[in-house]
């Protein structure tokens, strides 16, 4: 973990609710896909948690969605905008466990940190297929850029308004050789129950700190309570104890 | 000793600032970020009998200039501390440590000192009689007179380290609370801990927190700490605590001015996990600023 | 009655915002700055017995998030109250207002009360047995149940019209003193008032409110305040008037769905004299933004 | 009482700590001078009260001493900063109570009201005579501005580094027809008993509101209670009651 200052470089809209954001700053704390910041608002006590979608040297990519307060301020940050960010949170993906042709599911704003793994498992070389799931057709994003990538991508909206009807377990390949998972808890559970191979799912919880010290999202796993902020917020599929 | 220099319950502070009971862990999550022996000391996670995974989640929800926490004692138990953490701990920090203590009976309160008793890296225990996320006890203790002399009692037995104990702030006589504590053999108080509050979701129509309510810190609680500190250093004699809602050199100063010997800083190590450092770095120009010469100079200067 | 309309104690009121006392006076300073027909309703300035000055300066000191008062009570005393304040407030107020009464016996209560149940003006009494800016009275009225209900009892005695209990936060069990209050036939609750705080000029090292201690409020103690208008809702089978740290429309929203049948603004006005105007304005937006359909719908919605 | 937006157009140093700005806006309601506007100030809870130094069309000027958090932060606001000010609070003096030859005593940060009243005792042609009291020479300000509006101007500072070595009371002029003051309360004490005309006193406190709803900032007086903020903050000499 790093405390860094930012600077907002870019800050745009996806759909009407969804941002881009491209911060520049030290990020040599962020080491694995998967991994998240927590950025500091003024007038706001709690920092917000926000996945990496991308790092590239000293550029920092974020994808948003607008749902309180704190990502209601974000929005209007103009460019220029410095921010207080503790770096490098959470474990991250895994690459070793992914092998030669892994399954990337990725669910609105569980998309995001999908574009990163999928551009570290290209770069050595894997064969990824992307399941993007959405509601409906204007709240799609970055299906090119996965594209663009070399990715096999498959979208799918809950209304059929674009890509494939139905939620991304409706659109599972014959085979692949793990999984990796990104999205609202439901969607976890469904790709949990609906793939036959090793996988990895990234988990959500309301957190104090971000960095272990509050015990704030705990949750209970097979081998023991883990802290979701730090030995989380990816969970081998192995590991995961459903609470309900 | 240097200016920052305060002596708690016969113990030597480098300094007052002390990282509160659950908002710095075991301390070596925040060693891999500095050398947390800068610290006075620090109080460690609350600590039971038995193991305890705590509260459902969420545990967690934000207001104005703070945040509630149910977290509900989540810890490995006594056993484990003493096997797992303590050691850790040793490795990053070589000064006497706070053992933060609860329990949901006299006896348990009484068998968790007794074993952390026997650990020299201790060099107080603070009793918490005063957690609100726990039912069937935790705070009940801190609300009744009598229930938290028992429970001092019961601790002084079985140890002769210096105890602390740590008062909750929602009693309508503080006082008298802190006192029965004094008359127990309490070596030093310590408040305020968390004021119960609860936040609703407007979307969902329910609290925020699985539990409903729980334990509301920040810097919106700093006056009713700075009045309880207040009230309760100038109805006992023995040293107390100062925390709730502290983020700056200057709430230091404030609370030792109300009559803290030392202060607790709590819900700010989890916004700026430098905080504590931070503060400690910014003291001697705060004091130069109000004039002051050392800092034990103006505990309870306040009249 | 439109979609804000909610019925307190068998009054109807155009919208659930009202003005707490002590930050409206007696309406007209408002007056002059927009129509405050707009509103609900007011509470007025705590009226006593005799005319009081109150206490000395400073009384005014300013928190994170809020602010501390120690005005004590600063009223002209009943018999003016009758004879000029509300003759100024006809002429600007045309709907029932709520008179916001304090005393320092039980006698005093009702004495007051009794006085003012003339005025057709008055539509509901706020009696405040929380005021904790006087000494020997005020607050200790709200702190013990027997004496929470043998003020209940005698202002019920003196007057028909409705009597709410304005409850102080400063206690342990908030829910047996309401208890005790509906026990005494009160028609109401409205809580919470402010809580005990204290802050201190660090050049000065003294307290910066002449009285030490004053009564904090502001958007800091929201947290406190929805915690136990839930807890006294849920304990109680008569309306709850909710404040405490109310500064938008959607805490107004919070409020209500934790138990409040009405909510009163206090600090917020002091800041923004525009704040409760501003608030009802924003209402209805907010209610569509929450699917609500009436209002009154969401009271003690949170289960 | 009216609330209204004010853009900041000029905010420079006067001296060490103390701070001019020049602001832009609705003035309608600023009908006297010793009147005193309350600024919302981002993250601060309180509005700070400044008094009016002067006032000509859309133009505020007020001069403020850096004393804490609230002033702090005002010193740093550059150009263009907008702000929310409450305007055209309290009384002000009553020039009809002032003669022709009228004596205005402004001690430290107590001096900006003699300008705008001094402005305007000239303008309907009365002679003005000015002390203006300060610690020392590196505090003194507006010497020069008060001289321009035509004024006979004394300064004086307890050190005796510049002007008359004293108080302001040490400087009185043989004959004045009324007294105009505003600065600590020791000063409006010495010159309560030093001066042997009517006066006009402005006083301060703390306040909650400023605007006369929170009774924060009572005093006692011979005719009554009153409110430093409504009724005040300037008292005639007559009715004033020290409490200690």
Known sequence: MKQVLFSVKENTPLTDNVYKMILTGDCSDITASGQFVNIKIDGLFL???????????????????????????????????????????????????????????????????????????????KKVTVILGFNTKSEVFYEDEFKSLG???????????????????????????????????????????????????????????GFGACMGCSCKTITGYKRICKEGPVMKKEEILWED | MGRLSVNLCGVELENPVIPASGTFGFGYEFAEIYDINCLGTFSFKGTTKDARFGNPTPRIAECTAGMINAVGLQNPGVEKVIAEELPKLKKCFNKPVMANVSGFSVDDYAYTCEKLDKEEQIGWFEVNVSCPNVHGGGMSFGTDPKAAFEVTKAVKAVTNKPVIVKLSPNVTDIVSIAKACEDAGADGISLINTMLGMRIDLNRRTPIIKNKMGGFSGSAIFPVAVRMVYQVSNAVSIPVVGMGGVSSAEDVIEMMMAGATAVEIGAANLINPFACRDIINELPQVLDKYKINEIKDIIGVVE
Chains 1, 4 share one sequence.
């Open chain 1, 47 to 125: 920092r917000r948690p926000i996945s990496v979608c991308d790092r590239e040297g000293d550029t920092l990519t974020i994808i948003y969605k607008v749902v309180g307060k704190g990502t209601e301020i974000m929005s209007k940050m103009p460019e220029g905008t410095v921010l207080d960010v503790l770096t490098g949170l959470g474990n991250g993906y895994n690459l070793e466990l992914c092998g030669e042709n892994p399954l990337l599911l990725g669910g609105g704003v569980g998309v995001p940190p999908m574009y990163m793994l999928a551009k570290e498992l290209r770069n050595i070389g």
């Open chain 1, 151 to 209: 990715c096999d991508v498959t979208v799918t909206t809950v209304d059929g308004s674009y890509g494939k009807k139905g939620f991304v377990t409706d659109a599972l390949p014959e085979s692949y050789s793990h999984f990796c998972c990104c999205g609202p808890e439901p969607m976890l559970k469904a790709v949990y129950k609906s793939t036959n191979t090793s996988g990895q799912l990234s988990f959500e919880e309301r957190m104090g700190c």
